[in-house]
T-cell receptor, first 110, second 113 residues
Framework: RKEVEQDPGPFNVPEGATVAFNCTYS??????FFWYRQDCRKEPKLLMS???SGNEDGRFTAQLNRASQYISLLIRDSKLSDSATYLC???????????FGGGTRLMVKP | NAGVTQTPKFRILKIGQSMTLQCTQD?????MYWYRQDPGMGLKLIYY???????DKGEVPNGYNVSRSTTEDFPLRLELAAPSQTSVYFC????????????FGSGTRLTVV
C-alpha cells in the first residue's frame, strides 16, 4: 500500500462548482499534513496546512480525519485559475521528509 | 529573500556527459531535498540532507551524487548521463520537522539525448 494515495482524476467541473478531493495515508503516527498545488510545468507550492480541527482559507477548506486516516480538500465557487494538480502531503514515517501523493488533477471549465 | 534558487533552468546533455545541478537557499534551512518528476508522474526523492555534512539516499539515488558543505548549497551531480535521467529536477528546503512544509525551487528541465 502506498503511504499516501489520491484519486488521480481528472475532475472536470464548471466554473462556480464545489469540488472535493480526498486522500488517504497509511502511517497512523503522521502528525503533519498539507495540500500543495502544482501548475503544469511548475514547482509545487504550498496551498495550506491541515490542522486537526479543520481549517479554512477563503474558498478552500481542509479537513483531517485521524480515525479513518484521510484528509480532504474542498474548493467552493471554482475559478478557471483553480485548474491545477493538487498534491496531498504527509510527514513521513521517519519524520525528516514529506511524502507526496500522486496528485489529483482539477480542470475547471467555463 | 530569494528562497530556493536552482540553476540552470534548462539543459540538454548528451549520453555519457556529466553535469551539476545547483541549488541554493537563503532561508537558513537545515533540511534540503532533491526530487525528480517525470512527465505526468509524481515526485520521487533522490537525495536529502538534514544539515551541512550530512546526506542520505532517497527512493531513486542511482546515477546521482550530492554534497552539502554549507547550509545554503546542495548541488546534485549527474555522472554518465542516460536518457532515463530526462526529467524535471526540483530542489526543496524545509526549516525543520513537524509542521513545516517545503519551499521548492522553480526546477531544472533536463533532457539527455
Amino acid at each position: 500500500r502506498k503511504e499516501v494515495e489520491q484519486d488521480p482524476g481528472p475532475f472536470n467541473v464548471p466554473e462556480g462548482a464545489t469540488v472535493a478531493f480526498n486522500c488517504t495515508y497509511s502511517n497512523s503516527a503522521s502528525q503533519s499534513f498539507f495540500w500543495y498545488r502544482q501548475d503544469c510545468r511548475k514547482e509545487p507550492k504550498l496551498l495550506m496546512s491541515v490542522y486537526s480541527s479543520g481549517n479554512e482559507d477563503g474558498r478552500f477548506t481542509a479537513q483531517l480525519n485521524r480515525a479513518s486516516q484521510y484528509i480532504s480538500l474542498l474548493i467552493r465557487d471554482s475559478k478557471l485559475s483553480d485548474s491545477a494538480t493538487y498534491l496531498c502531503v504527509v510527514n513521513s514515517r521517519a519524520g525528516n521528509m514529506l511524502t507526496f501523493g500522486g496528485g489529483t488533477r482539477l480542470m475547471v471549465k467555463p | 529573500n530569494a528562497g530556493v534558487t536552482q540553476t540552470p533552468k534548462f539543459r540538454i546533455l548528451k549520453i555519457g556527459q556529466s553535469m551539476t545541478l545547483q541549488c541554493t537557499q537563503d532561508m537558513n534551512h537545515n533540511y534540503m531535498y532533491w526530487y525528480r518528476q517525470d512527465p505526468g508522474m509524481g515526485l520521487k526523492l533522490i537525495y536529502y540532507s538534514v544539515g551541512a555534512g550530512i546526506t542520505d539516499k532517497g527512493e531513486v539515488p542511482n546515477g546521482y551524487n550530492v554534497s552539502r558543505s554549507t547550509t545554503e548549497d546542495f548541488p546534485l551531480r549527474l555522472e554518465l548521463a542516460a536518457p532515463s535521467q530526462t526529467s524535471v529536477y526540483f530542489c526543496a528546503s524545509r526549516q525543520g520537522q513537524g509542521g513545516y512544509g517545503y519551499t521548492f525551487g522553480s526546477g531544472t528541465r533536463l533532457t539527455v539525448v
